[in-house]
């Protein structure tokens, strides 16, 4: 199993592990007349480490083709940062509508490999995305200050730092689209303290479009036709304030 899916898994069994030791002992709840009302608003800071879904080209994976690409793969993952705004709509008891436009930096490294030995250096990819998620939050019961929930929706993001043409100063010879619309699913906890509710939640959103932009540097077309198809993904972890 991929260790970033490990992580999280672990991560979420542990703070669920937290809320059911928590709701075995009773203890005076916070008012939430906050997370009562049908509309409230707050805003979130998160962490992000964004990835590429690479499917490589066939001439990859045949070692008897004279025209052998270099095999590409995102090998190392960066730190990037979430800064969002919070608008909580409450249809239903258990059941939110929550949209949170905001803004996410981050950067993707490929790396290309022959035989094992990196090939001509990194392409670094960075990104600068305004984002427009709507998500559905199905929550559970509270226990004590603690509440469960489950969330998952969709995420429009447009990469401000996606280039219109190559850049000749820098030494990148492929290029990523800049719209792209994301499925996003996570799992969270709500802590609703004196005055405000803190939720810390982990999600995964996955891009469902090829972002590669079909455009060749001439000179070093290897690049780019060592892929067929890539697409987006991120690991986040988010603390909201509401």
Same mark, same amino acid.
């Given at each position: ?12 069994? /542990? =703070?669920?592990?937290? +809320?059911?030791? %928590? ?5 005076? @709840?916070?008012?939430?007349? $906050? ?63 929550? /949209? =949170?436009?905001?803004? +996410?930096?981050? %950067? ?5 490999? @022959?035989?094992?030995?990196? $090939? ?123």
């Amino acid at each position: 199993m991929n260790s970033r899916i490990q992580f999280i898994l672990a991560a979420l069994f /542990f =703070l669920l592990l937290h +809320s059911e030791s %928590q709701g075995q002992r009773q203890k005076p @709840k916070n008012e939430s007349w $906050y997370d009562e009302k049908l509309l409230h608003f707050g805003f979130s800071l998160g962490f992000n480490t964004m990835d590429f879904n690479i499917s490589p080209s066939p001439y990859c994976l045949n070692p008897d083709s004279l025209d052998q690409y270099p095999y590409p793969e995102v090998a190392l993952l960066k730190p990037g940062i979430n800064i969002q705004i919070v608008t909580n709509l409450r249809p239903a008891k258990y059941l939110d509508i929550r /949209f =949170l436009p905001g803004v +996410s930096f981050g %950067q993707r490294v490929v790396s290309y490999y @022959k035989d094992t030995i990196l $090939y001509n250096g990194d392409q670094r990819l960075e990104s600068s995305f305004l984002e427009f998620p709507l998500l559905l939050k199905y929550k559970g019961d509270r226990l004590n200050n603690v509440r469960p929930y489950v969330i998952g929706g969709f995420n429009f993001r447009y990469d401000l730092a996606a280039k219109k043409e190559f850049d000749e100063d820098r030494d990148v010879y492929i290029r990523i689209k800049k719209p792209d619309l994301y499925f996003e699913a996570g799992a969270g906890l709500d802590f609703y303290l004196k005055y405000f509710k803190l939720s810390v939640e982990l999600k995964m959103s996955n891009g469902m479009s090829n972002v590669l932009v079909d455009d060749r540097y001439g000179g070093h077309e290897e690049f780019r036709n060592s892929i067929e198809k890539m697409r987006s993904r991120i690991w986040i972890i988010a603390f909201h304030f509401e």
